[in-house]
C-alpha cells in the first residue's frame, strides 16, 4: 500500500480497513481499477462498503476532470492565439498585449469549459456534503433520547430548524417580442421550454422557472386564483363594460378592450348575453377541475417541448394565428403563478428565474403576488430589442415604476439592461468575418454607453440604486446557438450564464447547514463533559452579551431619530403639495372631461390606481404619499442596504459577537459548548439579517400602505356614483375626502412607520438576548449523560465544515464588475 491509499482511507473514516487494503496490495493505481465485485469481497460490511464506493465514485470523477482539463487546455490556448489574431483592435497596443498575456496566464484566467468543469465538480463536492450531512443528522435525531427535558427538545428543534432553503430569484420584464423566452431559453440550456413565435404573451401571468430536485421530469404546477376571486371580477367586468357604455371614454383608454379579451379568452364567445351567475357554472371549468376545488394542477412530461405545449393554454393568448387556432380556450385570467420545474439543471440550483408582467394587474391576489416577487428579486433584468434600447419606452417606464418596489421596498442589488438581437442581419458576403464582428462590436459599444447615458437621467430610479448596481449586456440568442457570425462569447449569454453561476456558488444553504450540525454535535458531546461547566466563563458570557447589546443598540436608536426627523419634513411637505398633486391626478393636461371619465373609474374602482395595458400606471396614493416616501429615501438606503455585504444599520449586527475564539483558549475544557455557541451566533446574525431585510419592506410600504387605507372609503363612494354628473361627483369626492383627511392621514402614516420601526429595534434586541441566553444555559448547566456518544459523526461534520470554511474565504466576492475583460479568450468585447 502506498501512502496515497492511506490517506484517502483515513479522509474518508475508513481508517479501520487499513490492514486489509495492504494486504491486498492496493495502491494508487490499482485503487482506480477497483470494481464493483471486487470491493464486495473486499469490504463485506454494508456501511463501509457504501461510504467507500460513494467517496471513490467522487475520486475518479475528479481525476476524469483533470485529465479532460491538462487534454484541453493547449488547443484552447492555441485557439486563443489564433483568435486574437483577427479581433479588431479596441484599444491601444498596450491593452491588446494585456489581453493576449491574460489569456496565457493559466493560474489567473480559465477557459469557459474548464470553469464549467471545475463548477460542476464543486456543485457535485457540496451536493454529497450535504447530503452526507443530512443523513448524519437525521441518523442524530432517531438516536436522541425520548426524555422529555430542555435538552432534548432543544436539540431536536435545532435539528429540525437546519432545514431551510433560500433561492435567489431574478426578475425579467420586457414586453412581448423583446427576446425574453428566447434569452431563457437560451440560458438554461433549453431551446424549446418557453414558448415564443405567433402566439402573443399575456400581461398579467407570472412564470417561474427553476430546477426539478425531486424528479427527472419536466414539470408545470398551475396555481389558479380563487373561485370566489373571479366571481367577484365577473360582476367588476360586466359593470365595467356596463358603465362605459353610458360614456364617452379617453380613446387612448384601453380598459374595455381588456375586459372584451378577458372574457372571450375563457368563454369564447358564449359570455356574451349571459349573467356572471351563469358563468360560474362548473362547465365552463371541465378542464380545470382544480380551479373549482382551489387546487394547484401539475403538468408532468418527458420533454421540454411537451410541457411547453401543454401550458400555454395558462400563459398566452390567442393571436389568430399559427398555433393558436389549436386552442378553443385560454385560462390565462384565472391563473396567478405558473412553476416551470426543470430537470438536471446545474444553473437553476439556487436560482429562480421569474418572467414579470410589467406593472402588476388589475387583479389583487395578482398584483400582490407580482409585488411580493418584484420585492424578492436580487436581480432585476430589463430585456429590450437593442435598435430600440433608449427609445423604448415601456423597459424604462418598468424601471420607474417598479424600482421603490425593488430598491427601499425589495432587496434588488443589480439590475441588468439587457439588449437582444444584438446580432447584425444584412448581406455580408464581401466582408470577412473578422470585419463583421467588428460592426457588431462597435454598434454594441454604442448602445451600451447609449443606455448607461439613459439610466443616468432616471432621477427616480437613482433614488434607490446607484451606477455601480447597473450594467448593460447585448446578446444573440440566435447566434448563441448557430454561431454564424459571433463566437459564443460575443453573444455575452456566457457572461449572463456565469453571473448566474455567482448566485448559484454563494447561495450559502450548504455551509449554513453543515455549520450548524458542526454547533450541535459540539453541544452534544460537550454537554456529555462535566467539566464544561464553567461558572466563571458563563458570567463572562452573559456579561459580553449585554455589552454587545448596547453597541447593537445605539446605531438603531440613531436611525430612528434620523427617520423622525425625515418624516416630520415629510408631513409637511405632503400637506403644502397634496392639492397640486389632485390636480395634475383629477384634470390632466390636454385630456377632455368625457374623454377622461373611463380611467378614472378605472381608478377608484381598482382603490386608487390606473393599470393601462400599455403606458404609465397611475397611483394616486403613490402621489399623495411621496412627500413622505421622499424624504427617507436617501436615509433608508443607507440604513437597509440590499447589498449583502453591507448589512443594515452600518453592519452592526454582523459585529455582534461573544468572542469565542479566545474564550476557547482561556477554558479548554469546554471547547466544544463554545463552538456550539460561536456557531449559534454566526446562525442567529444570518438569520437576523434575513428578517430584517422582509421587515425593512413593511416599514417602507407602510407609508404608501397608510394613505391607501386612509382613502378607501371616498373610493367606494366615488365609484357608486351613476348618470350625467358622474365625473364631477368622483372628483369632487376626491378632493372633499383628501381636503378634510389630509392633516391626520399624513401623520398617521409617519407614526406608523416609526412604530415599526421600534417594532423592529424591539424584536433585534430581544432575539438576540434571547437566543444567546438561551443557549448558553443549554450548553453549560445541563448534563447530557443519557445522550448516546456522536464523536464519530461530530469528527466527520468537523471535517466538512472546515473543507467548506476554507473554499468560501477562497471565493472571490460576488460583488464584481462584471465586465468583458474579465471574460477570458481575445474574443470578449472589451468594456466600454
Not at 491588446?96 to 477557459?111: H, P
Not at 438554461?188 to 422557472?209: D, F, Q, R
Not at 453592519?651 to 459548548?673: C, M, P, R, W
Request: net charge negative; hydrophobic share 30%; charged share 30%.
Amino acid at each position: 500500500m502506498d501512502e496515497f491509499v492511506r490517506n484517502k482511507l483515513n479522509e474518508w473514516r475508513l481508517s479501520d480497513w487499513i490492514q486489509k487494503f495492504e494486504d491486498e496490495g492496493i495502491d494508487e493505481e490499482s485503487l482506480y481499477c477497483l470494481e464493483e465485485k471486487d470491493i464486495d469481497k473486499l469490504m463485506p460490511t454494508m456501511g463501509p462498503r457504501a461510504r467507500f464506493k460513494k467517496n471513490l465514485l467522487l475520486l475518479k470523477k475528479e481525476l476524469n476532470m483533470s485529465n479532460q482539463e491538462t487534454a484541453d487546455f493547449p488547443a484552447q490556448e492555441e485557439e486563443a492565439a489564433s483568435s486574437a489574431q483577427v479581433w479588431p483592435s479596441t484599444s491601444d497596443t498596450s491593452n491588446t498585449g494585456k489581453r493576449k498575456s491574460e489569456v496565457l496566464d493559466k493560474n489567473k484566467w480559465q477557459s469557459p469549459t474548464k470553469r464549467q468543469r471545475e463548477t460542476k465538480s464543486e456543485s457535485y463536492t457540496e451536493k454529497i456534503i450535504l447530503d452526507d450531512v443530512k443523513h448524519i443528522m437525521k441518523c442524530v435525531y432517531k438516536r436522541l433520547p425520548n426524555q422529555d427535558n430542555k435538552l432534548n427538545r432543544f436539540l431536536k428543534t435545532k435539528i429540525s430548524d437546519l432545514e431551510t432553503d433560500k433561492r435567489e430569484m431574478v426578475g425579467v420584464f420586457g414586453k412581448t417580442g423583446a427576446g425574453k423566452s428566447s434569452l431563457i431559453n437560451a440560458i438554461i440550456g433549453e431551446n424549446n421550454l418557453l414558448p415564443s413565435g405567433s402566439i402573443s404573451a399575456c400581461t398579467t401571468v407570472v412564470i417561474k422557472v427553476e430546477a426539478n430536485m425531486q424528479s427527472q421530469k419536466y414539470e408545470g404546477e398551475i396555481e389558479f386564483i380563487k373561485k370566489e376571486e373571479w366571481k367577484d371580477e365577473l360582476w367588476s367586468l360586466f359593470n365595467f363594460l356596463r358603465d362605459n357604455a353610458e360614456q364617452e371614454n379617453d380613446e387612448d383608454d384601453d380598459s374595455d378592450h381588456d375586459t372584451v379579451e378577458k372574457l372571450t379568452a375563457v368563454y369564447g364567445e358564449e359570455w356574451r348575453g349571459k349573467s356572471p351567475e351563469n358563468l360560474m357554472e362548473n362547465k365552463y371549468f371541465r378542464e380545470i377541475p382544480e380551479f373549482l376545488t382551489s387546487k394547484s394542477k401539475i403538468l408532468t412530461c418527458e420533454s421540454a417541448e411537451e410541457l411547453s405545449a401543454k401550458f400555454i393554454k395558462y400563459t398566452r393568448s390567442d393571436s389568430g394565428e399559427g398555433g393558436g387556432k389549436e386552442v378553443k380556450r385560454w385560462y390565462w385570467p384565472l391563473v396567478k403563478c405558473v412553476t416551470v420545474r426543470v430537470p438536471n439543471n446545474d444553473l437553476l440550483q439556487h436560482i429562480t428565474l421569474v418572467d414579470l408582467p410589467g406593472n402588476g394587474d388589475r387583479n389583487k391576489s395578482r398584483d400582490e403576488m407580482w409585488k411580493g416577487v418584484v420585492g424578492s428579486c436580487s436581480t432585476v433584468w430589463v430585456v429590450t430589442e437593442i435598435n430600440r434600447a433608449t427609445a423604448e419606452r415601456e423597459a424604462w417606464e418598468i424601471l420607474e415604476s417598479a424600482c421603490s418596489i425593488m430598491g427601499n421596498a425589495g432587496e434588488c442589488q443589480y439590475i441588468h439592461f439587457i439588449c437582444t438581437k444584438s446580432d447584425i442581419t444584412g448581406d455580408f458576403h464581401d466582408r470577412s468575418a473578422a470585419d463583421v464582428r467588428a460592426l457588431i462590436f462597435k454598434r454594441n459599444m454604442q448602445a451600451k454607453e447609449q443606455v448607461k447615458n439613459q439610466f443616468r437621467k432616471l432621477h427616480k430610479v437613482k433614488k434607490h440604486f446607484n451606477d455601480d448596481c447597473f450594467e448593460v449586456f447585448t446578446v444573440s440568442s440566435k447566434e448563441f446557438k448557430k454561431k454564424k457570425c459571433l463566437e459564443p462569447e460575443d453573444t455575452e449569454i456566457p457572461k449572463l450564464q456565469k453571473f448566474l453561476q455567482s448566485l448559484n456558488d454563494c447561495h450559502s444553504q450548504t455551509l449554513n447547514y453543515v455549520s450548524g450540525a458542526y454547533g450541535i454535535l459540539s453541544l452534544i458531546q460537550g454537554s456529555r463533559r462535566v467539566a464544561g461547566r464553567n461558572a466563571d466563563m458563563r458570567n463572562e458570557l452573559e456579561k459580553t452579551i449585554c455589552d454587545e447589546l448596547d453597541k447593537v443598540r445605539k446605531p438603531i436608536e440613531e436611525a430612528y431619530e434620523a427617520f423622525e426627523k425625515c418624516l416630520s419634513e415629510g408631513v409637511e411637505k405632503s400637506l403644502s403639495s397634496c392639492e397640486k398633486v389632485l390636480k395634475s391626478t383629477l384634470y390632466p393636461p390636454r385630456t377632455s372631461g368625457r374623454g377622461f371619465h373611463g380611467r378614472l373609474k378605472s381608478l377608484v374602482k381598482n382603490g386608487g390606481i390606473h393599470k393601462p395595458k400599455k403606458g404609465k400606471q397611475t397611483n394616486l396614493n403613490g402621489r399623495l404619499a411621496s412627500g413622505l416616501t421622499d424624504s427617507v429615501d436617501e436615509d433608508f438606503k443607507k440604513t437597509f442596504p440590499n447589498e449583502r455585504n453591507c448589512g443594515p444599520f452600518n453592519g452592526v449586527i454582523d459585529t455582534f459577537s461573544l468572542g469565542t475564539e479566545s474564550l476557547i483558549q482561556k477554558y479548554k475544557d469546554a471547547e466544544l459548548q463554545l463552538v456550539f455557541l460561536k456557531t449559534e451566533e454566526e446562525k442567529i446574525k444570518t438569520n437576523l439579517n434575513n428578517i430584517i431585510r422582509e421587515r425593512k419592506k413593511a416599514i417602507y410600504n407602510s407609508l404608501t400602505a397608510t394613505v391607501e387605507e386612509a382613502m378607501q372609503d371616498c373610493y367606494r363612494k366615488a365609484e357608486a356614483f351613476r348618470g350625467p354628473d358622474t365625473l364631477r361627483n368622483m372628483r369632487d369626492t376626491i378632493m372633499g375626502h383628501v381636503h378634510h383627511s389630509k392633516n391626520t392621514m399624513f401623520q398617521q402614516a409617519k407614526d406608523i412607520m416609526l412604530k415599526k420601526l421600534r417594532d423592529l429595534e424591539v424584536e433585534i434586541l430581544m432575539t438576540l438576548g434571547d437566543t444567546m441566553f438561551k443557549s448558553i444555559e443549554l450548553s453549560l448547566s445541563t448534563g447530557g449523560d443519557s445522550i448516546p456518544d456522536f464523536a464519530v459523526e461530530l469528527d466527520e461534520v468537523k471535517k466538512h465544515y472546515n473543507n467548506l470554511k476554507g473554499n468560501q474565504d477562497e471565493e472571490t466576492p460576488l460583488c464584481i464588475d462584471l465586465t468583458a475583460d474579465e471574460l477570458p479568450g481575445p474574443s470578449a468585447s472589451p468594456h466600454p
